[in-house]
């Protein structure tokens, strides 16, 4: 069957320039609390990002959550997907917001953003959709009804690190952008976050809301976390990054071979190549209807296992089916990402992966159909 083809890997610079970008920690002994390495990667972040205002953290959770602090926003609901990792509802519950559940799109998996405004009342306060699979949400039409209702658009982009939209760097959209830097996306840091915004005086009240609330020695203006990114995960963010568009280059080849294997076969449907988005390939989900297809997705999925092929269902279950949330929530009130849910699958994708691998994942999948 051949060596385990995992479902992603982590993108790593050379051990020698790695090491060679921490060894001054060790003359300086600054390991943490925005140090040298911490203020460069933010530096240059701002500038891949065409970012005019940017802030770390240790991971893209806290990005959300202490975004929604930062924004004010203590109370009241918050119009989001449960198409979702499950980080995004936790932030939102985390702060004391309610999360209200909309509908997806289901051929590009983001929000339905004409199902946005018979969810508004008099208790939201923001919008919270999630660019899915490196798909963009509908960023003017969202805008329109958050300028008209006067809400907060706070975008959760992990998934879309490197892309831009209609020429602009994704994070500056909305009020803020949310970024996951976590080991498994297209740019990481091992672990780590990063919220991009558009207010400056957002900068003075995120970088003490991370750091416990604390001013100064004598001051403490807000309750918060430890949410500060170490030294070396902004080295290790300083190094992915010389090597970013080189990985999202060889990542497009992988797709273009899916593509190549998959397109037009009936029962699969694959992602949407979106107009005037430079998509980073973040991930290659494909949706199977079984009645087409003439095989389930749980079967494709055991028999890409069987193979030696790690494959995802990502994101099943759906946020509204977790144990957590259940109770207090109908997942039958989104019916498209319910189904969506049911059917999906992403394959292995990362930049390394080699062709003949892709011909023998989409060998197996092929062999489940009619």
């Known amino acids: 069957m051949g060596n385990r083809i995992a479902v992603t890997r982590s993108s790593m610079p050379s051990l020698d320039e790695y090491v060679d970008e921490i060894k001054e920690l060790w003359d300086s002994h600054w390991l943490t609390n925005a140090g040298k390495k911490h203020e460069e990667l933010r530096r240059v972040l701002m500038e891949y990002m065409g970012a005019e205002h940017l802030e770390l953290f240790t991971n893209g959770h806290m990005a959300i959550e202490l975004s929604l602090a930062a924004l004010g926003l203590t109370e009241g609901e918050v119009i989001t997907s449960p198409f979702t990792f499950v980080s995004t509802c936790h932030a939102i519950v985390r702060s004391g917001l309610k999360p209200v559940f909309c509908d997806i799109d289901p051929y590009d998996y983001t929000i339905d953003a004409e199902k946005i405004e018979g969810l508004i009342n008099e208790k939201t306060v923001a919008v919270l959709p999630i660019h899915v699979y490196g798909n963009v949400c509908r960023i003017e039409r969202i805008q329109e009804i958050a300028e008209k209702h006067g809400l907060k658009v ?20 909305g009020d803020v952008s949310c970024f996951s830097f976590h080991a498994t996306k297209v740019f990481n840091t091992i672990e780590g976050g990063a919220a991009v915004y558009r207010d400056p005086s957002l900068d003075e009240k995120l970088s003490q809301m991370r750091d416990f609330g604390i001013v100064d020695e004598e001051r403490t203006a807000y309750i918060g976390p430890n949410a500060k990114m170490h030294e070396f995960s902004a080295a290790m963010g300083i190094c992915n990054l010389r090597h970013v568009d080189d990985e999202i280059a060889k990542r497009a080849g992988v797709a273009e071979r899916y593509r190549e294997r998959l397109e037009g076969v009936r029962g699969i449907q694959l992602n949407k190549i979106q107009k005037e988005v430079r998509s980073n390939h973040a991930y290659f989900p494909v949706v199977i209807n079984e009645d087409l297809f003439g095989t389930d997705r749980d079967t494709v999925f055991r028999e890409l296992d069987r193979n030696n092929i790690g494959a995802r269902k990502y994101f099943y279950p759906i946020v509204t089916r977790l144990d957590c949330y259940r109770d207090k929530y109908d997942s039958s009130d989104t019916p498209a990402a319910l189904e969506i849910s049911k059917r999906v699958l992403t394959l292995p994708m990362y930049a390394d992966l080699e062709k003949k691998d892709v011909d023998r994942i989409c060998d197996v999948i092929l062999s489940c159909g009619r």
């Open 154 to 173: 706070i975008y959760d982009a992990a998934h879309t690190f490197g892309e831009t939209y209609k020429g602009k760097g994704i994070g500056t959209y």
